[in-house]
T-cell receptor, first 109, second 113 residues
Framework: EDKVVQSPLSLVVHEGDTVTLNCSYE??????LLWYKQEKKAPTFLFML????IEKKSGRLSSILDKKELFSILNITATQTGDSAIYLC?????????FGKGTRLHILP | DVKVTQSSRYLVKRTGEKVFLECVQD?????MFWYRQDPGLGLRLIYF???????EKGDIPEGYSVSREKKERFSLILESASTNQTSMYLC????????????FGNGTRLTVT
């Protein structure tokens, strides 16, 4: 059975800390791994990772994929209160996206 | 900018009622999806559609049906609402070969009493 497992499920840190969110997966016909950020409303797309070892960066956020070990990490450096959100990891297989349960991140001022 | 609009932000219905959740996208996307999101369970796919009048079951289709009569509109139907269908419902769309770049609506929080 296909699965996407995120850890931790929730995390509370202080502003300025660096956090690492984890995502492991077991899916057949893997095409790519996706990260989304969900604040109060719709999830918004962050990254798509297809190749191992190539870091994707956007400001203070970065992500990397290891296709041999079947996992990805999302790093956020110098966190801000605006980073508080649910971070969703998802895997695209064939024509279907499978989501993990999400990591709820809360940044304390 | 892509816009995916869900007709209601909050909805309260009684057990046994027939419920319609509407979703409209304005970017001529072929693919449309309905998910439900529950604490501790994440997003789960209910139904999806690749084209007008086409529909495919997702992971949890029981108790739901869908309708796609026009390309821009994808409706989720709860034939007889039950309390275990209380949830946040999210609609999403994408271009035919761009499954990874899902565009989500803001969600409908449905409460069934």
């Amino acid at each position: 059975e296909d699965k996407v497992v995120q850890s931790p499920l929730s995390l509370v840190v202080h502003e300025g800390d660096t956090v690492t969110l984890n995502c492991s997966y077991e899916v057949t016909n893997f095409r790519s791994l996706l990260w989304y950020k969900q604040e109060k409303k719709a999830p918004t797309f962050l990254f798509m990772l297809t190749s191992s070892g190539i870091e994707k960066k956007s400001g203070r956020l970065s992500s990397i994929l290891d296709k041999k070990e079947l996992f990805s990490i999302l790093n956020i450096t110098a966190t801000q209160t605006g980073d508080s959100a649910i971070y969703l990891c998802a895997v695209l297989r064939d024509d279907k996206i499978i989501f993990g349960k999400g990591t709820r991140l809360h940044i304390l001022p | 900018d892509v816009k995916v609009t869900q007709s209601s932000r909050y909805l309260v219905k009684r057990t046994g009622e027939k419920v319609f959740l509407e979703c409209v996208q304005d970017m001529d996307h072929e693919n449309m999806f309905w998910y439900r999101q529950d604490p501790g369970l994440g997003l789960r796919l209910i139904y999806f559609s690749y084209d007008v009048k086409m529909k495919e079951k997702g992971d949890i289709p029981e108790g739901y049906s869908v309708s796609r009569e026009k390309k821009e509109r994808f409706s989720l139907i709860l034939e007889s609402a039950s309390t275990n269908q209380t949830s946040m419902y999210l609609c999403a769309s994408s271009h035919r070969d761009e499954y990874e770049t899902l565009h989500f609506g803001n969600g409908t929080r449905l409460t069934v009493t």
